[in-house]
């Protein structure tokens, strides 16, 4: 739309000039603008004239760019465009955000365990300043790390905190279920006294295999009795002997679904002050919302949530490798 152009007023005394509301003011083209006029004229009309208003056509105009009113949404088009992208990106990004937090939390916040990864410097930092690793269990450790299945060991330092709690209360009698190559077995064999014992039960001799000679060369390997069969098996086989309430610790880290069973067996097995630790109680963050199909986390969240009102026993849940529940028999 072209500037309006300036029209100046004769100069002298104002009265002697008739006033703007007096006449239309006029737009460009001639059209008459909304002026006021007199009380009962109707619109169009000169305040003084009489008949009909002169029909006029007035000249196409372009309509002048408002401001929109308070509470209306301002066009998109009057945004910037890179403003208006950007912004569209960023939910986009939050609204991913959202949902990966969701279904993949450990992916965005971290692992929910609160376990210390083994890549983590920190992690690192702890073996450098706590462990205290045996030259033999360092060697089987090794060699359980080449092994295909190496990430079924328990951590080293998950091993020497059983260690220290078999050493702590003195234990004589400890039973563990899940050897697999046999570290901490070996580790608990270590702090026993020289007449104290691990009953300790797997169904897999090719794992055990690779610890026994190591047992051997650390001098504990009479200390440490191998049971190659179900748990559950060896188990009630130790009450059937007359052996309830005569261990001091057990150790549980086998598969997932027997859990209850096996604490529940152990339970009966260890004297009153004894010790049960079951490994793996946060399943990889998985408890905290098992799927259906995962009847290993399933299992493991029923153990725990049984294990907090489980009047039997005194219980402490550690972030220790992947979480370790300590169960002390009243």
């Known amino acids: 739309m072209s500037p309006r152009r300036r029209r100046t007023r004769p100069a002298g005394d104002p009265s002697q000039h008739p006033s703007r509301a007096q006449y239309p003011a006029r737009r460009e083209g001639g059209g008459l603008s909304a ?26 105009r372009t309509a002048p760019r408002r401001c929109p009113a308070p509470g209306t949404a301002m066009p998109l088009l009057s945004v910037p465009k890179e403003v208006a992208v950007g912004t569209a990106m960023l939910g986009v ?3 991913t955000g959202m949902l990966a937090g969701k279904l993949y939390p450990s992916l965005v916040f971290g692992s929910q365990s ?36 190496g990430r079924m060991m328990v951590s080293c330092e998950q091993a020497q905190l059983m260690a220290n709690l078999v ?23 270590l702090v026993l006294p020289d007449n104290g014992r691990v009953i300790a039960c797997d169904i897999n001799e090719d794992y055990a295999k690779i610890g ?11 200390k440490i009795d191998l049971r190659i069969k179900p748990a559950i098996q060896t188990l009630d086989e130790l009450v059937a002997n007359g052996e309830a309430e005569t261990f001091d610790f057990a150790f549980i880290d086998a598969d997932k679904e027997s859990y209850n069973e096996y604490y529940e067996k152990c339970l009966r097995l260890i004297k009153k002050g004894g010790i049960i630790a079951i490994d793996n109680v946060f399943w990889n963050g998985k408890v905290l919302k098992p799927r259906k199909d995962d009847l290993a986390a399933q299992s493991i969240h029923r153990l725990n949530e049984k294990l907090l009102r489980d009047a039997r ?17 009243l």
Do not use: C
């Open 35 to 60: 002026a006021p006029r007199r009380s009962g004229a109707p619109p169009g009309r000169h305040p003084g004239q009489r008949g009909p208003a002169p029909q006029r056509s007035a000249p196409p």
């Open 93 to 95: 990004a939050f609204a």
């Open 114 to 149: 609160g376990m210390i990864r083994k890549n983590n410097p920190l992690r690192q930092y702890i073996l450098d300043h706590s462990l205290r690793e045996h030259p033999i269990l360092k060697k089987l450790r090794l060699l359980t790390a080449d092994h295909p299945s």
């Open 167 to 189: 050493k702590l209360i003195k234990a004589k009698k400890v039973i563990e279920i899940g050897v697999f190559t046999g570290y901490n077995a070996l580790n608990m064999a």
């Open 212 to 222: 026994k000679p190591l047992w051997k060369e650390a001098g504990v390997e009479h």
């Open 313 to 329: 026993v005194n219980i402490s849940m550690l972030p220790v490798g992947d979480g370790v529940t300590l169960a002390f028999k």
